[in-house]
Each structure stands twice: as C-alpha cells, then as structure tokens.
C-alpha cells in the first residue's frame, strides 16, 4: 500500500434523513436539532476536502500509528484446527484501541468548525482517554462526564485524562454510570452549544453520529482488505468483531460490505448466559426502542423500561446498539452472536499464552466466537477478526475473575 492512501479517510454518502433502513433517524429535543444541523453540514464536507483528508491521514499515521497490521495467529489457528485466524490489530493504535481513530477525526473536525471546547461521555474510561488525548493534541479544552460509580472502578483512566488536561466531571445522578454520564453530556452541549462539540464514542446516538463515526473508523476495514488481499493472499470466509456500540465492528465491516461473498459476524456480550437475564445482547435478546437519539434495537423490559445489562467486559456493557447494526441484522447482511463471560476469559488466556498477546475483554469475546467458527471450516478460509484493543486495563478484572475459579485451565486454554 502507498503512504498517501494508509490512513486516508473514507468516505460514504450520509443515508437518506439519517435512516438505516427502519433504523437511526434524531429522536431529539427541538433544543438539540440547531447543533445536529450545523454538524450534518460540516462534517460531510469537511471529510470531501483533500486538504482535511491528506491533514487527517498525517496524523493518523504519523501520531496514531496507522496503518496497523494485520497479523496471521498461527499458533491459534493452530490449537482451533481449521481456517486460519488473521487479526487486524488495533490494539497497537496510539491509547491501545481503535477509538482514537473517531476521537481524533472528531476533535479535528471540531477544531475546523470553530469550536473552542469539547464535551465528552465517558463508561469505561476508554472513551475519554482517547478523547482527552486528541483535545491535548489540538490544545482544546476538554469536559468528560462521568458516572461516580465508574470514577471509582476506573480510577487509573481518571488519572490518564487528568494528566492529559481534561476535567472528569462526576455524574452522581441515576445509577451514576454511563447512561447518567451522556445525559449530563448531552445537557452540557445543548447550553453551550454555540462553541462546543460534543465528542460521541461509537456509532450511537441522533444522525450524523452514526454515519460520522462509521466514516471515521472505516479505515479499519479498508486497510485489513487490502492487507488481506496482499498478505493472506484473498479475502476472509467471514470477518469477526465484537459489538458493544458496534464502532469497531463498523469500521472493519464497511471495507467488506460490498464484498457479497464475504460473511459478517457480530460478537455480543452474552454476559452470564442469555437465559439469565445477565448479558449485554441488544442484537440477540432485544426489540427496536428510543435511546440516545436513535431508534435501534435495546434491551427493554414489556414496559420499554432500559434494562440493566451485565458484561465482564466494560466496552460490551451498554442497551443499546447503532442503528446500522440493527439495519445490517435485519437485511441478513451480518449475522449476530453472543460470547458468555467465561468463554471470553478463556479465550482472552488462550490468546496470552499461544500468541503472547493480551486482548482486551471486549476482543475476547469476538477471539472466542472466532476460534469456534474457525474450527468448523476448512485449512483454506480466512478468518479475520478484528483485534480492536489491548487487554493491560483489564488485569485487575482477570485476575479477580481467576481468582473466583474461572482460571485459566477451566477450558483447556
Ligand atoms: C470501547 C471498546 C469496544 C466497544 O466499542 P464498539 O463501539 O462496539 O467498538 C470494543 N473493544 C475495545 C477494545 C474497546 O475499547
């Protein structure tokens, strides 16, 4: 691949009134629309400007590390004795994860439409890491909203964005988690409206997010095609990633999509079993509803109460899914499936130990759907499964998990 073309933005048309298919659309107050207007303007034409893409790619490669590679897991294709498993590692990306390719593309495009502050929400941390990151990069100052509840469990990446420059804001209302956090984010930008960019984290929420987050983490998929073609020597049977807002799963699927032979898999958070209650499989267990702005599948009770969802892994834990996903599900396009809890353990131990890399929780769970599928098909397909990030923020996670007696060699990693 040449330089100029590693890293560039891609660009798709936004859909049609911000649907897909049924799906999407801005179910907003009046208050928020001036702002959505004035991004849905921007953003398409600041992606279609060479001068943006050419600036955007630089940064990409140069400060965020693009394009990553695209690595043949021998020794899991291996043990899981059948197609071969190729990993399009976003985990080696600037902060350890494919988000800072839409933070990054985000601050960017805030800068250029004027704005002189960003907001932000923030679950994991994750998030607001990466776009605390991009606000020090473009010397922006940057508000995250955060649930007091995750501030305590998430200590280490409250200290990164302080480091960073970034004020964490507590959110102590509702269950003081993520949902609570986007409100009081979405309360901000909508009173500051005219100087603040409100920096949203996967392909969620009112149109033009879906579409600009889509477009900004399409390079994913563009770059693991070419690398697929060029290195692997043709294009996956099938490509794998997980799904908790559907970003990084997005991303690496638009570089496929028209691809007709090449099938599409969604990895949930099947959580402690679907038949529990405890998981996070929008996809799999939920029906269309409101969230966020957008209508989508959700996980809801018979009133069209959000319901409590459970993931071992922070990044699968949310009711909700970007609407294209539901659009994708309902075509039959990509098919979803859910990964318990354990299965992501084992196969985050599995991946350690044959590969000498650490996954991330929400990886796992597309690694363990990966490596089953693989065993059913033959020495000659592909696999590729997006590697979206790195697992050193989920150790103490692990190692409490392990210590409950789910360790290692319960399932013969
Ligand atoms: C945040 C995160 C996810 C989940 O977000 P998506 O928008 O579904 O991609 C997955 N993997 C990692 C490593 C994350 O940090």
Redesign the pocket.
Known sequence: MTEVEAGAPVLVPPPPRGRFGAFGGQFVPETVMPALDELAAAAPAALADPGFQAELGRLLRTYAGRPTPTYFAERLTAHHGGAQLWLKR??LLHT????LNNALGQVFLARRMGKRRIVAETG?G??GVATATACARFDLPCVVYMGVEDMERQAMNVSRMRLLGATVEPVASGSATLKDATSAAIRDWTTHVADTHYVI????GPHPYPWL?RTL?AVIGVEARRQMLAEAGGLPHTVV???????????IFAGFLSDGGVRLLGVEAGGLGLASGHHAATLGAGRPGVLHGALSFLLQDADGQVQPTHSI????D?PGV?PEHSQLKASGRASYTAVEDRQALAAFHRCARLEGLLP?L??AHALAAAGELAGTLPADARVLVSF???GD?DLDTVLAADAAGAGPDREGA
């Not at 892994?313 to 699968?316: E, Q, T, V, Y």
């Open positions: 976003e985990d350890g994860a494919h988000k994991a994750q998030h984290g996967s392909v969620v987050v983490q990633a997980c799904v908790g807002g559907g970003s990084n799963a997005i991303g892994s922070a990044g699968l949310y970007g991330a929400e990886t979206s990030g790195r923020k």
